[in-house]
């Protein structure tokens, strides 16, 4: 049998997933490469044997910028190129189609069944339409209720192994000391941060079946897991319950970014957060959305308020904003929680950090033009991290609006007057986020 030459096209993520569920120990073929994108300083790399399977890549598999994609395709004879990362809008993922066909090679969307593995416990997946709809607060809200039944809940995080994978298999996080522990990015900070410090524990790494099983065994005992998704990714576990978050801040691409739409039609329950901050109209094109593509979904309007801890550091002030990296990079946002802030509680300007950024955070403001006069906090790496500190160093602001979900004040030093911004999920109404979890443990005989 001739085996199909495969290069997987990623982001050190969905990526890897793919690999290890469908084309691991897959004697039918052999994954030539693996490309990165999106996230910066992924490429170069390799993908481990101890990870890829000894046998058939004992050398592991190399990881390349995607722009090297075409030649890739030529060098390495490839037949199938499989598309694997998410928050992507469907002209450009049809543009890439094009860019493999016109190499030769099938261009390959992988489904929710060759990629979903089943757990023995109930799984509750919350994913969303686009980045920075408001999943963490909505997978905080989930766990919340459920642990006020007394269960015990053990959280999964959708992947974002940006450091050493081999290292990166299996990581358990339950206490802050975790997160040095595992030499944690910013990015990695802000998704399990917020789940040890309310008490439960929270899984991540690279070989999602094998944290599956940790997690299901967790020492601390576990009841349900909860599938926190990442990006507009679909779960990589099979739900029980699936929840997917909107948002009417931009409207319409609920269904036109890739997998987002997935994501919409999968649901059974889809919460419009913000309903709050966003516009009338705006809102209701959501709603026409999702009426036309999922009807049977039960629907929650949620809104997500703000406090800050000094609203005297806001007032009156020249404020420099900043807001979650990924938000603001292709997630696309122009306004988050820090600005929403700034808005409420009177700042005089909101301070453009343009002409003071440094290093790789003036390299991010060329690769997405469009942030605007916000700074994302940025740290994916250590450069990254020193780039930012400098970055608020330099800018002539009266003081700092920390729009990220931790204190960036434990991660860099920031030597103007600074408050942090908390958010949460509140749900508008009924429906409501307890029903839906009554009638579902309720089911389960939990």
Known sequence: MTKKNVIIIGA????????????????????????AAQIPDIDGRCYPASLAGK??????????????????????????????????????????????????ANFILMGPNATMVKSIKPVIS??????????????????????????KVVAVRHPMPYGDLEA??????????????????????????????????????????????????????????????????????????????????????????????????????????????????????????IAKVNPKAIVIDGASPISVDDPSVIKGKRVLVVEDGPTLTHGEMKIGAGTVAAQKYGAAEIVDPRPFTVGKLSETFRIYPGIGKLLPAMGYGEQQIKDLEETIRNTKCDSVIIGTPIDLKRIITIDKPSTRVYYELEEIGKPNLQDVIDDFTLSKGL
């Open 12 to 35: 050190a993520g969905r990526d890897f997933h793919n690999f290890n569920t469908v084309f691991r120990g897959n004697q039918a073929y052999n994954v030539v490469a693996f490309t």
């Open 55 to 104: 046998e058939l890549y004992p050398s592991g598999i190399p990881i390349f910028p995607q722009d090297s994609l075409s030649q890739l395709i030529k060098k390495y004879q490839a037949d199938d190129c499989v598309f694997s990362y998410s928050d992507v809008p469907y002209p450009i993922v049809m543009n890439l189609s094009a860019q493999v066909n016109a190499a030769g």
């Open 126 to 151: 919350v994913c969303a339409t686009r980045t920075g709809c408001g999943k963490s607060q909505t997978s905080r809200r989930v766990i919340e209720i459920l642990m006020a039944k007394g269960l």
């Open 168 to 289: 990166q298999k299996v990581q358990r996080f339950a206490a802050i000391a975790d997160l040095e522990k595992y030499k944690c990015t910013i990015e990695e900070m802000e998704e399990y941060e917020p789940h040890v410090v309310r008490g439960n524990v929270i899984y991540a790494g690279v070989d999602y079946e094998a944290i599956l099983r940790a997690a299901e065994n967790d020492p601390d005992g576990c009841d349900v897991i909860v599938w926190d998704g990442g990006n507009n990714d679909f779960p990589f576990y099979k739900p029980d319950l699936a929840i997917t978050v909107a948002d009417p801040h931009r409207p319409g691409a609920e269904v036109s970014y890739y997998p987002g739409e997935v994501n919409l039609r999968m649901a059974d329950v889809i919460i419009i957060n913000k309903i709050d901050t966003a516009q009338p109209e705006a809102v209701q094109t959501v709603r026409k959305n």
